[in-house]
C-alpha cells in the first residue's frame, strides 16, 4: 500500500502484515499516508454521532484509527491477526492514555461475528482489510450481517481506477497501463513484494452492504489528487493542508470521487 518502503508481503500467509510492524508504522508516518487517514476520519467524522459508543476496527494495525476513535470517548475493540502490530497499537494507545477505553484482541476477519454476538458494537470498521482475505465478498457479509441496529459501518478498499492515475502521472508504460487496465486487477501489499487481487468495484460494494440491510450514507473516494500533484516536480512542496482541503473536495465530487486511490463506504444499519 505504501510506495517507499520495502517490504516482504506474502499473499499467501494467513497474516500478511506479520513481522512487519517496524516498516509499516514508519509507512504510516509517509505523508502520503498521513493524508490518508485524516480524509478517512474526516469522512467518517461526517457520519459519526455519541450514539456510536462502542466500535470494533477490524485489522486494526497500529491502532491509528482505535486512537482517534477512543479519544473522542469510544469504547474500542481492535481486532488484528498480527503479533508485532498489535504490540504496536498497545504502545501507542498506552502512550496517549487510551488503553483502558480498548480492547486489543487476536484473531481475523473469521472472527467478527463472534466478537459481535459478545460485544454488540455501534460501529465497525474494515479499513483496506479485504484486500488481504482470501474470499473478500464472503468475509464482507459476515462481517455485516450480524450487526445490531443502529451500528455505522466504515468500509476503505484500494480503486484500481486510483492506482491507474497515480501510475499514469508518474510517467508509467503506456502499454503496462493497458494491462493494468484490462486486467481490472488491484495491486496491494507494502512496496517490493506487491501481488495482485480482483478488485472489489464500487457498486458491488454498496450491493453488499445493501444485501446486508445497512443504507449507504456516504461514498467517498480518498486521495484523489494529491497522488497527480505529487508526480510534478513541483508537487512535494505543497502545503498539506490546502492539499487535504482539495481532496476533500474531490472525494465529495460524483464523479472525481470515482479515480481516487482508495473508495470509503459509510452505511449504518437501520
Ligand atoms: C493495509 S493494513 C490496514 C490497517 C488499518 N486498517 C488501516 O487502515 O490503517 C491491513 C491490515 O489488515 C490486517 N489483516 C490481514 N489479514 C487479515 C484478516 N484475515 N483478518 C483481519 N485483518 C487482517 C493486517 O494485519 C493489517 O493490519
Request: aromatic share 4%; proline share 6%; glycine share 10%.
Amino acid at each position: 500500500m505504501g510506495d517507499a518502503v520495502n517490504a516482504v508481503v506474502n499473499p499467501a500467509a494467513p497474516h500478511a502484515f506479520d513481522g512487519l510492524a517496524d516498516r509499516y508504522t514508519a509507512l504510516m508516518a509517509t505523508p502520503w499516508q498521513r493524508l490518508r487517514h485524516r480524509l478517512i476520519t474526516a469522512n467518517l467524522d461526517r457520519h459519526l454521532t455519541a450514539a456510536h459508543r462502542s466500535w470494533l476496527d477490524v485489522g486494526a494495525g497500529d491502532g491509528l484509527l482505535a486512537a482517534d476513535l477512543a479519544a473522542q470517548g469510544r469504547r474500542v475493540t481492535l481486532l488484528e491477526p498480527a503479533a508485532d502490530l498489535r504490540a504496536a497499537a498497545r504502545q501507542r494507545l498506552t502512550a496517549a492514555g487510551l488503553i483502558e477505553r480498548c480492547d486489543i484482541v487476536a484473531g481475523t476477519v473469521d472472527d467478527v461475528p463472534r466478537l459481535v454476538a459478545r460485544r454488540a458494537p455501534l460501529g465497525l470498521s474494515l479499513h483496506n482489510v479485504l484486500e488481504y482475505v482470501p474470499d473478500a465478498v464472503g468475509a464482507l457479509a459476515a462481517c455485516l450481517r450480524p450487526l445490531p441496529s443502529g451500528c455505522l459501518v466504515s468500509v476503505v478498499v484500494g480503486n484500481p481506477y486510483g492506482q491507474l492515475l497515480a501510475a499514469a502521472a508518474r510517467g508509467a508504460d503506456p502499454a503496462d497501463l493497458l494491462d493494468q487496465l484490462r486486467s481490472g486487477t488491484l495491486t496491494v501489499g507494502l512496496d517490493g513484494h506487491r501481488f495482485t487481487r480482483p478488485a472489489l468495484p464500487l457498486e458491488e460494494l454498496a450491493g453488499l452492504m445493501r444485501a446486508a440491510g445497512l443504507r449507504v450514507l456516504g461514498s467517498y473516494g480518498v486521495r484523489v489528487l494529491n497522488d497527480v500533484l505529487a508526480a510534478a516536480p513541483s508537487g512535494s512542496g505543497a502545503d498539506p493542508d490546502a492539499v487535504f482541503a482539495l481532496d476533500l473536495a474531490a472525494g465529495q465530487d460524483p464523479v472525481l470521487s470515482r479515480t481516487g486511490r482508495y473508495l470509503q463506504l459509510v452505511g449504518q444499519r437501520p
